[in-house]
């Protein structure tokens, strides 16, 4: 993708796409949501983290920084293949329409899945278990430890891993094979789903490139601990002997937060990445631009320096800031791979160091309108203080949504906005993204909930909380002809409108 041209594009996590089956998935509505966007005259499908979710569904604590979340594959297109009949999936279509509910949704469509791989076990020709083969063997890397991972965590309840007996859970050699042996079928179960996901989802993105859209995904800077990158390679993270992190990330103290934030992550051992040249962050960037044309790295500041927490703190309080290696990093990767179409997320304590990393690699920043109106006109979120090389916002998946957030300002903040977007009348979030179209800044990206025009019951994410988050999903009436056509028109006037 061209990232010195104008366009402009859509948030929307696949998650959230309309469906009878509980999820958004990778079938026909991904398609006809690809069809809404090239009307749209979007260039620009903005997603979440791919990858399996483990606490609280969120997609920035995933199982694997590599795999694909198999609750995304498509009910639909098993159905078509034979693989489900039609009466199994009819617990499915009992799940509500207008939220995940995780809860109900996990155990149902595994066992699902699972009945899916067992008749293709029972069916397959040669010629497919050939296929499966081929991709087993060429993403070996990862895909032996996560279906291990995902295999030894079945028959641990899902515990985590620092919880399992010992011998595996720091891969003693005897307990590991003992536990590949039994657990064959199991870890061949997982293969097969990553199978069906990437299959699906290169398929999605295809046909999304044919229609003149680019995914722009996203990756979180560090990993879960409970996942199959810190439990295959221990050795890359900052843990002690039984596994568990002694240093976590988090950020430091800050208007928002008296205490901080304590992620928890485990953070890596730079020192012991270097020696291989960083193969583990080169082969993660190189798999997550096949699955993605570009992509948003999370807390992309942590690669200049990371607040570090020792990992007995309660609290994000008594952490300080590391020197992390980025531009070494960065250019190792700008070596190894063709291109590197990065967005840095630059939002938070910004320091001048972040700004020399960014603008060395050229990775255009974030900017965040709901950030902008605190009355300083130095704010770098107000649109006459944006330079070209950025991506603005109404707001992320972490904000409010613009209508939710707009009404729970107070009186001197909303006069700001008002005064600022000339008038303020029921079409404030229409004359926000307004702003944003209108803006230097060369993309704009805009939450589908704000084209919407949706409050705060369709917010994403509540940052630092870990119930009812992830949920949202459109509706089918949501993407009609006459909101694809607005947007057409605001492309076209604002110099947006793909070439």
Known sequence: MNLNRRSAGILLHPTSLPGDFGIGELGEEAYRFVDWLARAKQSIWQILPLGPTGYADSPYAAFSAFAGNPLLISVERLLQEGM???EEVTPLTALPTERVDYGALI??????????????RERAGEAERQQLQAFRKEHASWLEDFAFFMALKGVHDSRA???WEPDLALRQPDALRRAQQELADDIQFHVFLQFLFVRQWLALKRYANEQGVQILGDMPIFVAHDSADVWAHPEMFHLDRRGNPTFVAGVPPDYFSPTGQRWGNPLYRWEVMRRDGYRWWTERFRWTLQLVDLVRVDHF?????????????PTAVNGRWVRAPGRELFRVLQHELE????VAEDLGIITPD?????????????????????????NPYLPYNYEPDAVVYTGTHDNDTTVGWFSGLGDAERERVCEYIGRCRDSVVQEIIRLAYASVARMAVIP??????????ARMNVPGTTEGNWQWRCQREHLSRELAEHIARMCRTYGRYPS
């Open 354 to 378: 972040v700004v020399r990393l960014r603008k060395s690699f050229g990775f255009p920043g974030m900017k965040v309108l709901q950030f902008a109106f605190d009355g300083n006109p130095d």
């Open 84 to 86: 489900l009949h039609e």
């Open 107 to 120: 155990p149902l469509k595994m066992a699902l899945l699972r009945r899916a791989y067992e008749r293709w």
């Open 301 to 313: 500041r942590g690669f200049a320096a990371y607040w570090r927490v020792p990992a007995s703190e």
């Open 339 to 342: 291109a590197l179409p990065v």
């Open 161 to 163: 891993w620092v919880e």
């Open 448 to 457: 589908l909930q704000d084209w919407l025009g949706l409050g705060t019951e």
